[in-house]
Each structure stands twice: as structure tokens, then as C-alpha cells.
């Protein structure tokens, strides 16, 4: 991972220096930055492959920092925060954030996340499945093409982040079974994740802004107090 480039923007320079440490061992090529202007010069200047991003910044807030990014690049962000309130978490997950980390945090867990969502990333390089198999499912104006991770709605192709494209393939995939939260968390996200329920709900939202009134012969429904479904008409 030594051409892996972390950009980390915490306003604590022991933290920035302690998950320098810790990420360079790893074989990363860490730059950091402590206030939000720094980060969004920083971030267009050195083209990080993952940001690790703290809420409580100097200048412009994490959550700024994350929207401003979100207006031009896909690059995964993981959140860093003392905040560990739900809401916040549902916060900046809609602003597009791929990951929550509550401080303190273990920095083998930082370590570990920040793998877990780079697997995930690089697959969208558009390298074929070990087996030349190409995982794509289609519907009427919908095509979900998770070898290349790309979504094409009605024809064109929708800017999608990883994990809400696993969700919709995984759905597409099992065409009128219902999934509990839970279930989606284990299958999609994975044992690594720490993430709580909300979090489908946040994705399954995004979704649905995204597959709004596209075709009357599919649809992301809910099925009260149990989960979702992608349910296909007849």
C-alpha cells in the first residue's frame, strides 16, 4: 500500500501525528492538515485515494469539508468524531461520508476500516471477478453492474458510492425478498463494520432519490417493521 495516499484532517496534532505513525507502519503515505481550509486545498493538491476527517474543525466543519468534497469527487471518507450520537452518525453518512468513527478510537480499528473500504473502492478500477464472471442485474431502465460498479438509470450512468451500489445489487439480486436491517448489515456491510441499523435506512434513502419514479415494474419498498425489499411487479 505504499502508493495508497491518506489524507488526515484533525485540528488535535497528536492525533494527527499518532494516526501518522501508526499509517505510515502500514505501509501508507500519510499528509495531514488541521482546519477545514487547509483540508480542501490539501485534498485538491494531493489527490488522496481516502480521507480520514474530523467533525470539530477550525474555519469550515468537517461536515462542510464533506459536502464541499462531495460536489466533485467519489474519494472515500471516513468521519472522525467525539460525537457519538446517532444522529450525528446519520448526519454524515447523508453527506455522503462511507464510515463513522467514534473518538477514542483504536487505531488497529482505524487501520482496519480504512482496508476495508479501499477493497471495496478498488473494485470500481473495473477488473473482472476472479472467475471472469460479470455480476450485473437488469430491470426495466435500471442496470446495476457491480464488476464495474456502475448504475445506469433510464440509459445513463448515475454517480454512485460503492456501498449504496452493493446495497441495490444485493436487493436486485433476490428480486422480492424481504431483508431485515440486520440481515443487509451482515450481508452487504460485513463482520468489519460497526455500524448500527440506521445506517441501511441513510443508504436505502440516498437510493430512492436516485430510482425515483424511473419504472412502474420495479420498486425499493419497505416492509414495515421488518426491512426492505426490491420488489419486481408482474
Known amino acids: 500500500m505504499a502508493d495508497t495516499k491518506v489524507l488526515v484532517i484533525d485540528d488535535d496534532i497528536n492525533i494527527c501525528e499518532l494516526?501518522?505513525?501508526?499509517?505510515?507502519?502500514?505501509?501508507?503515505?500519510?499528509?495531514?492538515?488541521?482546519?477545514?481550509?487547509?483540508?480542501?486545498?490539501?485534498f485538491k493538491a494531493e489527490e488522496p485515494d481516502i480521507v480520514l476527517l474530523d467533525i470539530m474543525l477550525p474555519k469550515l466543519d468537517g461536515w462542510q469539508v464533506c459536502r464541499e468534497i462531495r460536489k466533485f469527487s467519489d474519494t472515500p471518507i471516513?468521519?472522525?468524531s467525539a460525537k457519538g450520537e446517532t444522529f450525528d452518525k446519520v448526519l454524515g453518512l447523508e453527506l455522503?461520508?462511507?464510515?463513522?468513527?467514534?473518538?477514542?478510537?483504536?487505531?488497529?480499528?482505524?487501520?482496519?476500516?480504512?482496508?476495508?473500504?479501499?477493497?471495496?473502492?478498488?473494485?470500481?478500477?473495473?477488473?473482472?471477478a476472479d472467475n471472469g464472471e460479470v455480476k450485473e442485474v437488469n430491470y426495466d431502465k435500471l442496470s446495476i453492474n457491480l464488476t464495474n460498479y456502475v448504475l445506469k438509470v433510464d440509459g445513463k450512468q448515475i454517480d454512485t458510492p460503492p456501498k449504496e451500489l452493493e446495497l441495490i445489487y444485493h436487493l436486485a439480486s433476490h428480486p422480492n425478498k424481504v431483508f431485515t436491517r440486520d440481515q443487509l448489515l451482515d450481508e452487504v456491510w460485513g463482520f468489519e463494520y460497526y455500524v448500527d441499523s440506521?445506517?441501511?435506512?441513510?443508504?436505502?434513502?440516498?437510493?430512492r432519490e436516485k430510482l425515483k419514479g424511473v419504472s412502474d415494474k420495479w420498486e425499493l419498498r419497505t416492509v414495515w417493521s421488518v426491512g426492505y425489499k426490491f420488489e419486481v411487479k408482474e
Open 198 to 207: 440506521r445506517t441501511v435506512d441513510v443508504h436505502i434513502k440516498r437510493l
Open 19 to 42: 494516526l501518522r505513525l501508526y499509517l505510515e507502519k502500514e505501509g501508507f503515505s500519510v499528509i495531514s492538515v488541521n482546519d477545514g481550509e487547509a483540508a480542501l486545498t490539501a
Open 96 to 128: 455522503g461520508a462511507d464510515d463513522y468513527v467514534t473518538k477514542p478510537f483504536d487505531t488497529k480499528e482505524i487501520v482496519a476500516r480504512i482496508k476495508s473500504v479501499l477493497r471495496r473502492t478498488n473494485a470500481s478500477s473495473g477488473a473482472p
Open 78 to 80: 471516513i468521519m472522525l
